[in-house]
């Protein structure tokens, strides 16, 4: 009898093949996978964008396919768009804002009516501040132009909405961007200002005002900020620019360039520095000597990076954190030339500050199975950022649950090394399964380099399920760490996990953990067993966690 069924069959199909029955689509890398939903794809979007594409799919196929799929939904739903929008920036849950910008103003300026008002309606709860406001602007233009009485009132909105005193801070440290200013907004929305104070503000920003002249309204202590920024454009020494800072607490974006190389004007800008002004600048405050291990400038930045609170108040992502720990401890810049000498006592307060700018996660008491893949397409970037790869991401996510769990075993996939447990080749990689010597107590530095040194396989997300059985392991759920572009495995993920299940007589659980914004998932969604979720949402240990208990 000739073994048909080796190569073919519903209980072991290999990966480039799909399975039978199975509606499985075709990947990028050559495997055979699912292709998630119009609103998983919005997700993705909204977290992890399409900047710099994946490692098999380029940016601006990326973006194309991207916004089809949010245009896709918008039609169909523009309301929950909008809803969607606002619940993910408003919280903080993406490293970066422009994705929920863009999705937007698609709504503002491509949905029916009903959606366009509740996109209007919701503008300033998305776009915060003055620079989010230009690329808003920008992206509509994109869309049909600018015109629009529904259009020109919230922009109106988001200048007469605010108090005077916030107004004013918006006006100095975001001059203009993308090639507008507020100038070019106010005069678009023709705004009409609610108050003596707003009005005087308006007129500041559309005319100036005269060399030395100081605010004449009734409400003019609002308006000393204006006025110290003003004063600072004309101000020659770096002492009286160090005192006009600590007496108006001015923010950095206000400071001329010509004195950020003068340490006093550094000193006095610490102490009102938000936590991510704070991040972004902590090299140059390395680099001129601020901070040390032993000065009061250090002690502060522990403080603020110590406060789960005001971290979350600024909306700092885990990674920009982490972003800002790997490049804070390289001593030298991903661009420029600055260089510094990493100060231990930062580089824990970033580590630390890491796993507090996630929400406090919960525990499940289950016995997880953590796993990453450390492949070659996981070396490229996150879709938000140049210069954090997948499988960095990778390692730091799984810290997030290894954190708090009780009982767990950390592996990855590998073509080799100490403790490897190998399943064969496939199309030449070797595939195999290594358990990693990853603890909590470990410093997150120290797991990516870790990381690093594993040798990388072919992608086979089936790998944990098959390690599992093969050495007997008890596991409640599988949370596996990919871009899911599996390939190289002679058994499809969702047929290795029902094997496990019949071996070991657990009704396991499996979690994708997507790290691309791709469209796929090896997650089978008609199994209530198995979920997808999206890599690096804030809210995402604490779905997984949810998910596992039911």
């Not at 910008?101 to 501040?129: H, Q, S, W």
């Not at 110290?228 to 600590?246: Q, Y």
């Not at 720990?325 to 307060?349: E, H, M, N, Q």
């Not at 358990?435 to 380099?449: A, G, N």
Request: proline share 4%; net charge positive; hydrophobic share 40%.
């Amino acid at each position: 009898m000739f073994n048909f069924h080796k190569y073919f069959g519903k209980k072991k199909t290999v990966q480039t093949c799909p399975m039978p029955c199975a509606n499985q689509v075709q990947m990028r890398s050559g495997g055979f996978g699912w292709e998630v939903d119009d609103w998983v794809k919005l997700d993705r979007f909204l977290v992890l964008g399409s900047e710099g594409g994946t490692f098999y799919v380029g940016e601006q196929e990326l973006t194309i396919q991207s916004a089809q799929a949010v245009l896709r939904c918008i039609q169909a739903d523009g309301a929950r768009v909008v809803q969607r929008i606002v619940e993910i920036s408003q919280a903080g849950r993406a490293p970066k804002n422009d994705s929920a910008l863009f999705a937007l103003a698609m709504c503002a300026k491509l949905g029916d009516e009903t959606t366009r008002a509740a996109a209007y309606k919701a503008l300033p709860n998305v776009a915060r501040i003055g620079t989010h406001l230009f690329h808003f602007v920008e992206y509509c233009k994109a869309f049909g132009g600018l015109g629009g009485n529904g259009f020109k009132r919230a922009l109106g909105r988001w200048y007469t909405d605010k108090d005077a005193a916030r107004l004013a801070l918006q006006a100095v440290k975001y001059q203009q961007r993308d090639g507008w200013s507020h100038r070019d907004l106010l005069r678009l929305s023709h705004a009409k200002a609610p108050s003596a104070e707003h009005q005087a503000i308006f007129q500041w920003i559309v005319k100036g005002w005269p060399q030395d002249a100081e605010p004449a309204t009734d409400g003019a202590e609002k308006l000393r900020l204006i006025h110290a920024f003003e004063l600072a454009k004309r101000t020659e020494k770096p002492a009286e620019m160090a005192r006009l800072v600590a007496d108006h607490r001015l923010p950095h974006e206000a400071v001329p360039n010509r004195f950020k190389q003068h340490r006093e004007v550094w000193e006095a800008l610490l102490p009102s520095m938000p936590p991510g002004a704070l991040l972004r600048n902590l090299n140059k405050l390395t680099a001129l000597g601020l901070l040390n291990n032993m000065s009061a400038a250090t002690g502060r930045v522990r403080e603020v990076l110590g406060d789960a609170r005001a971290l979350e108040r600024a909306r700092v992502h885990p990674m920009t954190v982490l972003l800002a720990l790997k490049t804070y401890k390289a001593g030298r810049g991903f661009r420029g030339k600055l260089t510094w000498k990493p100060v231990g006592r930062i580089v824990d307060s970033l580590d630390e500050a890491f796993y507090l700018s996630f929400r406090t996660v919960k525990p499940t008491g289950q016995r997880l199975c953590l796993a990453l893949d450390v492949s070659g397409s996981m070396s490229s970037p996150v879709s938000s950022t140049k210069f954090l790869s997948c499988k960095e991401a990778a390692g730091a996510l799984a810290l997030i649950t290894a954190n708090v769990e009780p009982s767990y075993e950390m592996v990855a996939f590998t073509s080799g090394g100490r403790g490897c447990v190998t399943f064969g080749t496939a199309y030449g990689w070797a595939a195999g399964v290594s358990t990693v010597s990853i603890t909590p107590r470990m410093r997150l530095d120290s797991v990516i380099r870790k990381l690093e040194k594993l040798p990388m396989g072919g992608t086979d997300c089936a790998l944990p399920m098959r390690w599992a059985a093969k050495t007997r392991t008890p596991v409640d759920c599988f949370v596996i760490y990919t871009d899911n572009e599996s390939w190289a495995g002679d058994v499809h993920v969702d047929q290795a996990l029902n094997d496990y299940r019949q071996r070991m007589g657990i009704n396991a659980k499996l979690v994708s953990v997507a790290l691309s914004g791709d469209r796929f998932s090896v997650a089978n969604p008609d199994d209530a067993g198995q979920l997808d979720v999206v890599g690096f949402d804030t809210a995402t240990p604490n779905v997984i966690s949810d998910f596992i208990t039911g």
